[in-house]
């Protein structure tokens, strides 16, 4: 079984969860998951964790993604992207007289905290029910506005009426309604055209494969070099080795003293410990109240 996490380049047409689905098939083992939606239309960076990296979904789906976008001007759509209804279009003119100053005043008034409201076609549930679902179903229900923050935008082209942009974002952010909502802000409507993530966390569309790629790879007897493993996503958190005689408490996902590892006088709020053999145990974290360490994720051992 693979354990650690594999940069997939999803393609256009598949689902996050047939990615899933179809690499359960290609390295013929169940314990899966990715980390973080992607649309079908959408195409880019994925990863996937694998055995006791899925463990860290939660993680990395919390760390900041990058994206390419195209956001076309002058119409809105149902899905908020090019692939749904149009239900509305600016005139001509008023589309004619926006000026390359005023678009880009638009979008980068955007870059900082934002409050934006998550669109009816989206897996986000009210009530125990899909939002996708009720809007398939021609119902429109209230959202909540969601916090969430533009870190950067780099508008990479302007010919109106598109506009291709680089987002760099947190974790929970459509692209496709900050498109809309640019679209609205300068009072002619706009849509996502396409989308291409490029970045999640530390994983970047230069290193990404594809699904028939990873099964070249798997064939060839190669895929397991391009799996990061699991301690390898923690390059921040310094490494701490357990005393022989102390093994037993992490083994079984216990907290520590420090003098009981080769700490020394420093006490860093996070730490990758390794049993005194070199094995990787887990992250923990160190509680001041307390003076001692305890787990943050255990990935061996009892647990």
Not at 1 to 15: A, H, L, P, Q, S
Not at 123 to 134: E, F, I, P, S, T
Not at 143 to 154: F, G, N, Q, T, Y
Not at 201 to 219: H, K
């Given at each position: 079984?693979?354990?650690?996490?594999?940069?997939?380049?999803?393609?256009?047409?598949?689902?996050s969860?047939?990615?899933?689905?179809?690499?359960?098939?290609?390295?013929?083992q169940?314990?899966?998951?990715?980390?973080?939606?992607?649309?079908?239309?959408?195409?880019?960076?994925?990863?996937?964790?694998?055995?006791?990296?899925?463990?860290?979904?939660?993680?990395?789906?919390?760390?900041?993604?990058?994206?390419?976008?195209?956001l076309?001007?002058?119409?809105?759509?149902?899905?908020?992207?090019?692939?749904?209804?149009?239900?509305?279009?600016?005139e001509?003119?008023?589309?004619?007289?926006?000026?390359?100053?005023?678009v880009r005043?638009?979008?980068?008034?955007?870059?900082?905290?934002?409050?934006?409201?998550?669109?009816?076609y989206?897996?986000?549930?009210?009530?125990?029910?899909?939002?996708?679902?009720?809007?398939?179903a021609?119902?429109?229900?209230e959202?909540?506005?969601?916090?969430?923050?533009?870190?950067?935008?780099?508008i990479?082209?302007?010919?109106?009426?598109?506009?291709?942009?680089t987002?760099?974002?947190?974790?929970?952010?459509?692209?496709?309604?900050?498109?809309?909502?640019?679209?609205?802000?300068?009072?002619?409507?706009?849509?996502?055209e396409?989308?291409?993530?490029?970045?999640?966390?530390?994983?970047?569309?230069?290193?990404?494969?594809?699904?028939?790629?990873?099964?070249?790879?798997?064939?060839?007897?190669?895929?397991?070099?391009?799996?990061?493993?699991?301690?390898?996503?923690?390059?921040?958190?310094?490494?701490?080795?357990?005393?022989?005689?102390?093994?037993?408490?992490?083994?079984?996902?216990?907290?520590?003293?420090?003098?009981?590892?080769?700490?020394?006088?420093?006490?860093?709020?996070?730490?990758?410990?390794?049993?005194?053999?070199?094995?990787?145990?887990?992250?923990?974290?160190?509680r001041?109240?307390?003076?001692?360490?305890?787990?943050?994720?255990?990935?061996?051992?009892?647990?």
């Open positions: 079984m693979y354990d650690g996490v594999i940069n997939v380049y999803k393609e256009k047409g598949f689902t969860h047939d990615v899933v689905a179809k690499l359960r098939g290609i390295l013929r169940k314990k899966i998951g990715h980390t973080g939606t992607l649309d079908p239309d959408a195409v880019g960076v994925l990863p996937v964790c694998l055995g006791k990296g899925t463990k860290l979904c939660d993680v990395l789906t919390d760390r900041t993604k990058a994206y390419r976008a195209v076309l001007l002058g119409q809105v759509t149902d899905t908020q992207d090019a692939g749904g209804a149009v239900i509305s279009r600016c001509p003119e008023r589309l004619l007289a926006l000026s390359e100053d005023e005043a638009a979008v980068m008034g955007f870059v900082g905290p934002y409050d934006q409201i998550p669109p009816m989206s897996a986000l549930k009210v009530n125990g029910q899909k939002l996708c679902d009720l809007a398939r021609g119902k429109t229900v959202r909540k506005a969601r916090p969430v923050e533009i870190l950067s935008i780099e990479e082209e302007i010919c109106l009426p598109r506009l291709v942009m987002v760099e974002c947190s974790k929970g952010t459509y692209i496709r309604t900050l498109c809309h909502d640019i679209g609205e802000k300068l009072g002619v409507g706009g849509c996502m396409e989308l291409t993530r490029i970045r999640s966390g530390n994983f970047s569309i230069e290193n990404a494969l594809t699904l028939s790629e990873i099964e070249e790879l798997r064939d060839a007897g190669t895929l397991g070099e391009r799996i990061v493993a699991v301690e390898e996503l923690f390059p921040d958190y310094p490494k701490v080795y357990m005393r022989e005689e102390h093994d037993r408490l992490v083994q079984n996902g216990n907290q520590f003293y420090p003098d009981q590892s080769t700490l020394g006088e420093e006490r860093p709020e996070a730490v990758r410990v390794y049993d005194s053999k070199g094995h990787f145990i887990g992250t923990y974290g160190y001041r109240e307390r003076r001692w360490y305890q787990p943050i994720k255990i990935f061996s051992g009892g647990q």
